[in-house]
């Protein structure tokens, strides 16, 4: 069983050409809500990735916002455990998603910053859990304590970006994070390519996977480096991509699959997410993405020799 401990918000989205710079006013056109919320979506991408049986630790408030988030977990098979706190309104997140499907988040946690380390649930029949950076990071070491006290496998998304306290770095067995999260818990720039293989080499965890947008990702498996390329999708919305290639990760996991496959998993996942609206909108099922998965059956060889020199690797 997969148990996923994290955030869950009320998604508010509106559509405009391009993302506000700073000073500047967007006259934006279509605004929705959608159940969102790192936590909730990797829980939900969980869920629809094959039937790994997922629960979630989550806080929400007593009001309006949170019906949707509870309603959209429920229906995915989520099994809850709610901490309801009526002094916090539930976490929302504002969004613009812009015409080349980029966004920028700007999230009010609300609830989300009441998860305390008495607030774990039971870790029996727990295989693995999942956490991210959207609660506080106390409790996220602390759960990450507990679990490996239990043989759980402690899997944790570092969204958004942060250094990590030691305590909570070395009870990390996998460590997924994109380019800018990872210079920030290696302390280097994002920009400078050949930091992705040096921090790889050098992050004292056991697997990290850094996923890189359209290029794909790259991971440290037990010192074996391991590339996949992204599949080829027209994306309309990259909201909640990385959190269903997170979810889909876990879950293949979960199922015992071996790395290359379980990363083409999470890949294809991750991108079909890229072309529908909203963040547990979008999440495909486990066919979809098997579909995605079976359509491309050789990697080509120019898309892997571009992505290892993108890394820093030799080509
Ligand atoms: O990763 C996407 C998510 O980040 C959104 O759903 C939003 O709620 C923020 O948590």
Redo the contacts with the bound molecule.
């Keep these: 069983m997969i148990l996923v401990a994290g955030?869950a918000?009320l998604?508010f989205v509106v559509r405009a050409s391009h993302i506000p710079a700073p000073g500047e006013t967007v006259l934006g056109r279509e605004f929705k809500t959608y159940p969102?919320?790192?936590g909730a979506?990797q829980a939900v991408a969980c869920a629809r990735a094959g039937g790994a049986p997922t629960q979630m630790l989550l806080a929400l408030g007593d009001d309006l916002y949170a019906r949707p988030l509870e309603e959209s977990l429920l229906g995915a098979n989520v099994k809850l455990h709610i901490v309801r706190d009526k002094t916090q309104a539930t976490g929302t997140?504002f969004?613009c998603v812009s015409d080349d499907a980029e966004n920028a988040?700007t999230?009010a946690p609300g609830a989300n910053a009441v998860l305390r380390e008495g607030h774990l649930p039971s870790l029996e029949g727990v295989t693995h859990l999942l956490m991210q950076l959207?609660t506080p990071i106390e409790s996220v070491t602390a759960y990450a304590q507990a679990a490996r006290a239990k043989g759980v496998a402690v899997v944790l998304n570092a969204a958004p970006a942060q250094s990590l306290p030691a305590g909570l770095l070395k009870n990390i067995d996998v460590l997924i994070v994109n380019e800018g999260e990872l210079a920030a818990i290696a302390h280097n720039s994002a920009h400078d390519k050949s930091s992705i293989a040096q921090s790889l080499a050098e992050l004292d965890v056991p697997c990290v996977v850094v996923t890189l947008g359209h290029h794909g990702c790259c991971a440290r498996i037990d010192g074996q480096v391991l590339f996949q390329p992204a599949f080829d999708v027209t994306p309309v919305d990259t909201?909640?991509a990385?959190?269903t290639f997170c979810g889909a990760l876990v879950a293949a996991l979960q199922h015992k699959q071996a790395w290359p496959q379980a990363l083409a998993a999470a890949s294809a996942a991750g991108a079909m997410a890229c072309t529908r609206p909203g963040?547990q909108s979008s999440i495909p099922s486990h066919a979809e993405v098997q579909v995605l998965v079976a359509k491309t059956t050789a990697v080509a060889e120019d898309k892997l020799s571009a992505l290892r020199t993108f890394c820093g690797f030799a080509a």
């Design positions: 955030s918000n998604d969102g919320g790192k979506n997140a969004i988040i999230v959207e909201t909640g990385g959190d963040a």
